[in-house]
């Protein structure tokens, strides 16, 4: 097996043990939270605090992995999720479950965006839209058995053996890249040499700029549906393992769509294709609070997740082409920042509404916040084709 295989396979299976560990308990943590006494407004803080930690840290970090190595900083960021996934067992209030919640985002900071650039830099040029959707499946299978196994085990053993397995997935993740993934090394072909590029550069690029601001739009609008699909499933009369079935259809469509649309965005037109994506999904999240029951909600969350996946590995591609100028690690960093940005607010703003408004708000406003990061996303790029913009950026210097 060659090095470039090697470290596809070794990262496909940690990030798919690490993600599945992390999708185990996302069903389970607002009942978990509001068992502590949070209200809307705390259940947005506790999950907003995960996507502040990785927003504040991801850039420094996908900074240091172009320039010092990635396999080191993957490894801590796995061995912290496994140690954080027990310290869920002890938070015994809505403030020290937001600490763990912080403490989780750091590692996530240090596991996927790292493992991306560390798949991009191997990634064919005109092929980045297929090879990131292959790797993508990983993530999006992990979090899609993820609901399924932790409704599952909550059902029949108990809150408490969902935190286990996380930690456990966790672990094996660990011992997997510890063993087997050879360190990216600067120069080497994990690890292009990076041009030191200012980060200020990265808002010069126009795609970039497109990228990063619809990023932070669609997380506004979307981020919050993980968060309050939990709370608003027992209006409808859902069971916890029923919920786990609504949030996986998503995430399992993504992932067996991937490979087909990856092909079609290396062929095709990006930009269509992730306005039409965004669009479908934005349309889809505005109509969750007419559906009464299990069915429909299974539909609509479904169809949310087809157009997750028209989108996600176009917006990949460009982020992969501009990180082959400025450095993988400092691309895939700009992009998960400004998405976990959104995935700060949404879930503060979505708790806001619930406590004022009602949950179902959460979801219209959703929608039509999404649709809006739509259009915005389309004039910018449309500007930007215009003025003959090409998305490169400046050289070093």
């Not at 939270?33 to 996908?62: C, D, H, Y």
Request: charged residues 10%; glycine residues 12%; proline residues 6%.
């Amino acid at each position: 097996m060659n090095t470039a295989k090697r470290i596809y396979n070794v990262l496909f299976i940690s990030v798919f043990a690490t993600m599945l560990g992390l999708g185990v308990v996302s069903p389970l943590l607002p009942i978990y939270a509001e068992n502590l006494g949070a209200t809307g407004i705390w259940l947005g803080i506790i999950f907003s605090a995960f996507a502040l930690s990785r927003s504040v840290f991801m850039p420094i970090i996908g900074r240091i992995s172009d320039r010092q190595g990635r396999k080191w900083i993957i490894l801590i960021g796995m061995f912290v999720y496994a140690v954080t996934s027990l310290a869920y067992l002890i938070a015994g209030s809505v403030y020290s479950l937001t600490v763990v919640r912080l403490i989780h985002g750091l590692a996530s900071a240090m596991v996927v965006p790292i493992a991306m650039a560390y798949i991009a830099d191997l990634s064919e040029k005109g092929k980045e839209g297929s090879q990131m959707g292959n790797f993508s499946i990983s993530m999006f299978l992990g979090m899609g058995v993820g609901p399924l196994l932790g409704g599952f085990l909550n059902d029949t053993l108990g809150m408490p053996s969902v935190f286990y397995v996380m930690a456990g997935l966790s672990a094996f993740a660990t011992l997997l890249v510890a063993i087997s993934l050879p360190e990216a090394k600067p120069g080497s072909l994990a690890l292009p040499d990076s041009p030191h590029v200012p980060m200020r550069a990265i808002f010069s690029l126009p795609v970039m700029r497109g990228v990063m601001v619809f990023s932070f739009i669609s997380a506004l609008g979307r981020g919050g549906m993980m968060v309050f699909i939990p709370v608003f499933a027992p209006l409808i009369a859902l069971s916890p393992f029923e919920v786990g079935i609504v949030l996986s259809a998503n995430t399992f469509l993504m992932a067996l769509l991937q490979v087909p649309i990856g092909r079609l965005t290396d062929t095709g037109n990006k930009v269509v294709l992730i306005i039409i994506g965004s669009a479908i999904a934005a349309i889809a999240l505005a109509v969750i609070p007419v559906s009464r029951s299990f069915w429909p909600l299974l539909v609509i969350t479904s169809i949310i997740g087809v157009g997750g996946a028209i989108q996600q590995p176009s917006l990949m591609a460009l982020t992969v082409d501009v990180g082959r100028t400025i450095g993988m690690g400092t691309s895939m960093g700009a992009y998960n920042t400004v998405f976990g940005i959104g995935m700060i607010i949404a879930p503060l703003m979505g708790g806001a509404f619930m406590d004022f408004v009602g949950v179902e708000a959460v979801f219209y406003i959703g929608g039509a916040i999404s649709l809006l990061g739509t259009a915005i996303f389309a004039m910018m790029m449309r500007r930007s084709a215009r003025e003959g913009a090409n998305g490169e950026a400046p050289g070093p210097g």
